[in-house]
């Protein structure tokens, strides 16, 4: 089978990705109306989701509806849940299928992910932006951004950091040959995976697959339908029974069955930060029973910051504020949720912010003039609008939009803007992954003060934002920050990383930063080992200094 872009002479940089275009899905366009067919045919049914262990279809007693988010009456469908017998039949099936897929070569297992790429931008594109939109209430634009077009680019831009990767040899001198084999890991990798990003879900999944590894992929609840089409899409192109377990279900049963294996080679996850802890802890405790240390690699929270300096563009600011703070009711881990703003620059700010609020309309994410959809659940809904009501009674906060939660319908939370007074606020520096941004209002000449304050605020160091149209100010923010975020953007929103532009990740209490969506990050799934081959071995074992004069 012939895949574009590969060259037979493999073990050289050949094959080049380019970004998957992203569809505006304008009135009267092609992509509108198939999306809309799609949504239509999605809505109207409620399909059983298996788990798939070994390749076969798995359904187990114990299901879970999975409803819309701006729709909660709405089942979409009904998936089986794994608990500790299913773990065991994954471990089992992972380690059957390890021993061939390790033998494939790189050019094998790529064609298979090249495949995926090619259905995901073709026939698969809507079904995936659509369960996308009626499971995890996004927008189309939203919905074609994370589904189609950067899953797209994980299958393929992985597949060129790949070869990268292998064409790293060392030197040889005269009379040897010296090679790097960049083994998998033994034992299967765990992808724990969240409910915000279809893209993330499947790429946690597939980039250590591609290196070689098995894996069992523990999806969200909450994602379980878009997540299972991108399995079933897997299948379709190729990839062998075993090689990736999908094992949606009880995350404390399964996590005690998987992390207690001596086959567990590391964890690849994107959630909380007190789970990645609990994860981290629980591989702590089990440690002496691995053949193998497990590679821990884990993106979790994240405060992230727009900071706006007297030299700002006003304009510029306040679309990134609405954008990088609304965009997907603030379920990004990267989401602006903490402002801060010269006093010279607010009257104006908060005036042209609150008026570009009062425009968004929020509802079903299948009417396309929405810009917001719902929160994921009723969790996340009561957590925000406790938040919320919280800040109204709070003297040190003034809630400066009126609208209210509403969850008659959907887990609808309106955009809402908070003012803060002392930078040091809960709101200022613990995530609520939701739709709600607060602001502190500064004094113009405490810029260099108040870069101190936005570096030491919050544990995490994801991402932020510096607008300014001062160069000074400009590197004088970039040396104070290089630390507080691992993803950095000038008069730019703190959002949209684009796999092979902005590598994703962050430090501190943000993740390991192993930087989705570049080489770095397929470099923790190997096991590299190195082979020197002597052309001609010597056959005597005195050395020239020891000869007699």
Known sequence: MAVQGIQPQWGQPQYVAHNEAVLAYAPGSAERDALRQALGRQAEQTVDLPLVIGGQAVHTQTQVEVVC????????????????????????????????????????????FLKAAELLAGPWRQRLNAA??????????????????????????????????AAQQPQSSTGMRNSTDYRPLEGFVYAVTPFNF????????????????????????TAVLSNYLFMELLQEAGLPPGVINFLPGDAQAISAELLTSPRLAGIHFTGSTAVFDQLWQQTAQNLSRYRA???????????????AHASADVD???????????????????????????????????????????????????????????????????????AIASAREDSGTRVLTSAQPDDRVGYFVPPTLIEVTDPGHALMSEELFGPVLAVHVYADAQWSELLRTVDATSPYALTGAVFAQDRAALAEADAALRNAAGNFYVNDKP???????????????????????????????????????????????????????
């Open 69 to 112: 988010p701006h729709a909660h009456q709405r089942v979409l469908a009904r998936a089986a849940q794994a608990g500790r017998d299913e773990a065991q039949a994954a471990i089992a099936a992972s380690s059957a299928a390890a021993g061939d897929w390790a033998q494939w070569s790189l050019e094998a297992r790529s064609r298979v």
């Open 132 to 165: 996308t939109m009626l499971g995890q209430s996004k927008t189309a634009v939203q919905a074609e951004i994370d589904a189609a077009c950067e899953l797209i680019d994980f299958l393929r831009f992985n597949v060129q950091f790949a070869q990268e990767i």
């Open 198 to 221: 279809t893209a993330i879900g499947g790429n946690l999944a597939i980039a250590p697959a591609l290196m070689g590894n098995t894996v069992i992929w523990k999806p969200s609840t």
């Open 293 to 307: 240390y497990p590679r821990l690699v884990g993106e979790t929270g994240g405060k992230d910051f727009v900071l």
């Open 316 to 386: 510029a600011l306040c679309v990134a504020l609405l954008r990088g703070a609304y965009e997907y009711q603030g379920q990004k881990c990267s989401a602006a949720s903490r402002a801060y703003v010269p006093a010279s620059l607010w009257p104006q700010v908060k005036t042209q912010l609150l008026d570009l609020i009062a425009t968004l309309r929020m509802g079903d994410v299948s009417d396309f003039s929405n810009f917001m959809g719902a929160v994921i659940d009723r969790r996340a809904f009561t957590r925000l609008s406790r």
């Open 495 to 549: 959002t949209g990383a684009v796999v092979g532009q902005q590598p994703f990740g962050g430090a501190r209490r943000s993740g390991t930063n192993d930087k989705a969506g570049s080489a770095l990050n397929l470099l923790r799934w190997v096991s590299p080992r190195t082979i020197k081959e002597t052309l001609v071995p010597p056959i005597d074992y005195r050395y020239a200094h020891m000869a007699a004069a």
